[in-house]
């Protein structure tokens, strides 16, 4: 049987809520799955959503909430392979291109924009899984994400006409600092049973590779044939997970 | 104070009671208080305090396929929690003696 929209919107507000608020992934996935089991019995019974979280969708998922535990190492993998997912692509893309020098002030920058995308995107989605209405959500991540943007793109200027101390690899530690950044993309996928940073990773850059280096193609085109190559990668995984959390 | 209020702080034990009966999902639970005259309490209301009752040890849960297909969860009171099931009742055996004197006082 197929839940209503009314059911089906609160069942991933609720998943949503509990993921970001670090909630443990197989038991977030439990109770929305007992939930889901008990609304279609609820609806085919001829009862709203209402009947089951009372008058507060919002309260009722924040109860929920409070009786579960925090999982701290959950979440501490989750943040890890999330933060190696924006440096490892800038970090490993400078690397073939031969940029082994990095100033404190633009990893410091760099390492504190993210922690503050990273914190305000996870309130957002909390704030947003709590609200009781249809919401143009779009639009608050797209600006979100801009504004980000736009810290990026000042971090990069200001590092242009502030001297700050450098760090300048030599080649040899700069790719043993890349084989060490994919082993723990490696390790932080087998952690999260998450593999789409790995395989990003591996449709970004190893087709760029075989065009620079096997078909003699230009940087540009290599860099742009591995960039929709991983965004096609992206969509159908996304696509694929989706179907299956359906079905499942 | 409405019956709901009043009803927070012995509903984990009625619920320990409807577990103890017999292996139970959540929907079968929600219905059975319902049937019981809990009508005022939102059926999801149990859930939380499922979550909480297992942390605490007193119920089980095993996932099984149900008669009408999908993967259920079922609960099964523990040895622990049927203790604290026989220390409610005697909680609740106290606490309405002493309410019915009051009452009862009031009354006469």
């Keep these: 049987m197929i839940l209503s929209t009314e059911s089906t919107r609160f069942l991933e507000d609720l998943k949503v809520y509990l993921l970001v608020s670090g909630k443990n992934e197989q038991a977030t996935n439990e109770i ?10 609820a609806e085919a019974d001829g009862k709203s959503v209402r009947a089951i979280t009372g008058d507060s969708p919002a309260a009722y998922i924040q ?33 073939l291109n031969g940029t082994t020098t990095y100033s404190i002030l633009l990893v410091g920058g760099f390492l504190l924009i993210s922690a503050v995308y990273l914190t305000t995107l996870a309130l957002l989605f909390r704030k947003d ?100 190559l991983t965004s096609i990668t992206i969509a159908v995984t996304f696509i694929r997970s989706s179907k299956n959390s359906q079905t499942d | 104070m409405s019956s709901t209020q009043m009803l927070k702080g012995i509903l984990d034990g009625c619920l320990l009671a409807l577990v103890a ?57 523990t040895t622990s929690g049927a203790e604290e099931l026989t220390a409610f009742k005697e909680r609740w055996h106290d606490l309405s003696k002493s309410v019915e004197s009051i009452l009862k006082e009031d009354d006469d």
């Design chain 1, 32 to 41: 929305v799955h007992e939930l889901e089991d008990h609304l279609i019995e």
């Design chain 2, 21 to 77: 009966e017999e292996e139970i999902y959540g929907y079968e639970l929600a219905t059975k208080l319902k049937a019981y005259g809990f009508a005022d309490i939102s059926e999801g209301t149990i859930y939380p305090l499922l979550i909480r009752m297992q942390k605490l040890g007193w119920i089980e849960a095993t996932s099984r396929v149900s008669p009408s297909g999908p993967k259920r969860k079922y609960y099964s009171i």
């Design chain 1, 129 to 228: 899984a709590l609200r009781d209405t249809a919401r143009p959500r779009l639009l608050r991540y797209g600006i979100h994400g801009s504004v980000h943007l736009l810290l990026i793109v000042g971090l990069l200027i200001v590092n242009g006409l502030i001297d700050s101390p450098k760090i300048t690899l030599s080649p040899s530690v700069g790719w043993l600092i890349g084989a060490l950044l994919i082993a723990w993309i490696l390790i932080t996928a087998w952690k999260t049973k998450t593999w789409i940073l790995p395989i990003a990773v591996f449709v970004f850059f190893v087709p760029q590779l075989l065009l620079l280096f096997v078909f003699n193609l230009s940087e540009i085109t290599a860099v742009l044939v591995s960039y929709v």
């Design chain 1, 63 to 95: 109860s929920i909430s409070h009786e579960m535990a925090f999982d701290s190492k959950q979440a501490f993998w989750t943040i890890m392979q999330v933060y190696l997912g924006a440096s490892s692509f800038l970090y490993l893309q400078n690397l």
